[in-house]
């Protein structure tokens, strides 16, 4: 039985996409944020297709995450940017149903209303615009119109 992955497995498999897991080779594999993805999401190849929805100190709990993500339909990466942040990126066209979901997830991680993130740092202010969670929950955040 044949790997799962593109047509070309018997030549060089380099590793999996970080998008859907699938194994590529040499010939078929893109980066996007240093990551491997596979040629069937060659539109998100460039980085500016995506857009960030979290921040976390660790990677404990992005599995869950992207599974509830994915239940979505929702396609997602996660970028390492160095020892203290993990990122989790969506496609741009995505960010606010990706937004919504998280926000609603049951957890009891932050979410900034402005930046549209949801952040597990160390940092008590969003690390993107540094609203702390009373700031935030002074304005209207308009998904909720429709949750």
Do not use: N
């Not at 990677?59 to 339909?73: A, I, N, S, V």
């Amino acid at each position: 039985m044949k790997e799962e992955g593109c047509e070309h497995l018997d030549d060089s498999p380099i590793g999996k996409c970080a998008i859907c897991g699938k194994t590529v080779c040499s010939e078929c594999y893109r980066t996007v944020f240093s990551e491997t993805i596979c040629d069937e999401h060659e539109a998100l190849e460039e980085e500016s297709a995506w857009e960030l929805v979290g921040l976390y100190a660790d990677t404990g709990t992005l599995d869950e995450k992207r599974f509830e993500l994915e239940e979505q339909g929702i396609a997602s990466i996660v970028v390492e940017e160095d020892e203290d942040a993990v990122e989790l990126y969506v496609p741009a066209e995505d960010k606010d149903d990706a937004y919504a979901m998280l926000k609603v997830s049951g957890d009891e991680t932050p979410v900034c209303t402005e930046c549209k993130i949801q952040y597990a740092t160390d940092s008590e202010t969003c690390p993107i615009c540094g609203k702390t969670p009373a700031d935030m929950d002074e304005e209207a955040d308009p998904i909720e119109e429709y949750d």
